[in-house]
């Protein structure tokens, strides 16, 4: 299993650029890199998913190296609204999904 | 789609009560899975169903039960609560448990035992 290690925290101001950076030293071969969004009394929710290069949608852009060992999570002009908890997964699918303690991500006015 | 729902918000339980946590979800989704929450860490996986009438044990399962008897209900049971239980419980689903696959999260339990 892909285990994955990040910040513990990340502070910003609004309209900040933002990048977490995730390691996954150890990801397989067929590993998708997976990163979720939990608000305070909120379950997670998916955000963003990719496998290699840059995966970019409506909330996030996520640059993955040739290498696949680290990943970054790129939140554009930031919002108070921003503030959660941001999980990096080397998810293998289903069960085997672990979610580890994640980085909280504090937006400042 | 109302998508994950979960009941109870809240509640409150005695050392040594039980209760059952209820968890839908419309999506027929094949896999269902419960984690619970501790105050600034992970989630952790307590126990999961690749379908109806299939369940298995996650990471941390001891005082805690489950049945599937439909693709839509997966509810947890708590026997003989303990304070160790006080945390947030999260239901969550998934079409399946394949690479790649992502999981879809109720809004929660909060559990305190006193």
């Known amino acids: 299993l892909a285990k994955t290690t990040q910040p513990i925290s990340m502070d910003s101001y609004e309209g900040q650029e933002v990048n977490i950076t995730c390691s996954h030293n150890n990801i397989a071969t067929n590993d998708y890199i997976t990163w979720y969004q939990q608000f305070p009394s909120q379950g997670p929710r998916f955000i963003i998913q990719g496998y290699k290069t840059k995966v970019t949608n409506e909330v996030a852009s996520l640059f993955i190296p040739a290498d696949r060992k680290s990943s970054t999570l790129s939140l554009p002009r930031v919002s108070l609204s921003d503030t959660a908890v941001y999980y990096c997964l080397g998810n293998t699918g289903g069960f085997k999904t672990i979610f580890g303690a994640g980085t909280r991500l504090f937006v400042k006015a | 789609n109302a998508g994950v729902t979960q009941t109870p918000k809240f509640r409150i339980l005695k050392i040594g009560q039980s209760m059952t946590l209820q968890c839908a979800q419309d999506m027929n989704h094949n896999y269902m899975y419960w984690y619970r929450q501790d105050p600034g860490m992970g989630l952790k996986l307590i126990y999961y169903?690749?379908?109806?009438?299939?369940?298995d044990k996650g990471e941390v399962p001891n005082g805690y039960n489950v049945s599937r008897s439909t693709t839509e209900d997966f509810p947890l049971r708590l026997e003989l609560a303990a304070p160790s239980q006080t945390s947030v419980y999260f239901c969550?689903?998934?079409?399946?448990?394949?690479?790649?696959?992502?999981?879809?999260f109720g809004p929660g339990t909060r559990l305190t035992v006193l």
């Open positions: 169903s690749v379908g109806a009438g299939i369940t």
């Open positions: 969550a689903s998934s079409y399946s448990g394949e690479l790649g696959d992502t999981q879809y």
